[in-house]
């Protein structure tokens, strides 16, 4: 059954690809996901999970995005017959806006509440975002059925489409921006962090690159933080580090630390690196970049990461 649904999904989505763009007017991304639908009735981008909510009436779209290798196995759960929690469990093949996937519906419990669940399984195509599975469930109690039909659910189910995050909305959800590029671009985005490197064709190893992250957790007692500092650095994955310096500076108006060290890198070449952290005072809050370039470049970068640093504003 699960190959001739692949083959059979296969052969629909070159049809697909000529759907009518228009449709797309209406979607709604919910900030910094890949994944998106034209939300029916009163549901709006939830700001407590990924997806969408209607909180007065407890109606709820989570959106999960995956690896493109969850899409079997996440198939073939969703073919079994023993949905854990739900009762008289259909399954079919659904056409959604950006392909063809499997929708899984029937009835559960949601703390002791009747509801009406969905489930949809779909995969975004490699050339156009690659390696995403999505993983798109839907809870109607059964109080808001009325408000939520199972027609309306159907059809925003039917206008899944995927997309690549604008740039510049990912870096709107870090809660730092950069206002100081110093001629690095950015690279990758995380949800609480961003990879910024001097040339964006060259090898990783080949180039000046800065990792910034917010972490917790450190300690509030001025004597602690350099231990705290030196034992991140430890934990770095490079070969035969060594510690070069240590100290206690001011950086952007607050305390800090800076350590600088000499390693090996992933191809067995010299690199140097320098990690900043810029604690936020109570709470165990810190700012941290990890500056590295090949040793026989970090002196005449080094400049350019002390800027990138400077131009960091917490938000």
């Known amino acids: 059954m699960f190959r001739t649904f692949c083959a059979a999904a296969a052969i629909t ?11 797309a007017a209406t979607t709604v991304f919910p900030p910094g996901l890949r994944v998106g639908l034209e939300p029916t009735g009163d549901l709006i981008p939830s700001r407590r999970f990924p997806g969408f909510e209607d909180s007065e009436h407890h109606v709820a779209v989570t959106i999960l995005e995956l690896p493109s290798a969850a ?21 079919e093949s659904f056409i959604f806006a950006s392909g063809v996937g499997m929708l899984v519906s029937g009835k559960a419990r949601d703390n002791g509440i009747p509801t009406q669940r969905w489930f949809l399984v779909a995969s975004a195509a490699a050339v156009a975002v690659p390696n995403l599975t999505a993983l798109i469930r839907v809870d109607v109690p059964e109080a808001a059925r009325t408000l939520y039909p199972d027609a309306a659910v159907r059809k925003m189910l039917a206008s899944v489409t995927f997309r690549k995050v604008p740039l510049q909305e990912l870096l709107g959800l870090l809660p730092f921006k950069l206002t100081a590029m110093a001629g690095f671009h950015v690279v990758r985005v995380s949800p609480d962090g961003v990879v910024v490197a001097d040339d964006e064709s060259a090898d990783r190893g080949e180039r000046p690159y800065a990792i910034i992250s917010i972490g917790r957790g450190a300690p509030e007692q001025v004597a602690d933080r350099g231990r705290f500092a030196r034992d991140l650095v430890i934990r770095a994955p490079l070969r035969d580090l060594k510690l070069t310096s240590g100290e206690s500076m001011r950086i952007g108006g607050w305390p800090g630390y800076e350590i600088r060290a000499d390693a090996v890198g992933p191809k067995g070449e010299p690199i140097a690196l320098v990690q900043w952290l810029r604690f936020a005072g109570t709470g165990g809050g810190f700012l941290r970049i990890v500056a590295i370039a090949p040793k026989t470049e970090f002196d005449a970068v080094f400049n350019r990461f002390r800027e990138l640093r400077d131009g960091i504003e917490l938000k």
Do not use: E, P
């Open 71 to 91: 899409y079997d196995k996440i198939m073939r759960s969703a073919i079994a017959q023993n949905q854990q929690g739900l009762t008289d469990a259909k399954h």
């Open 13 to 23: 989505v070159f049809g697909l690809l000529a759907l009518d763009a228009s449709a």
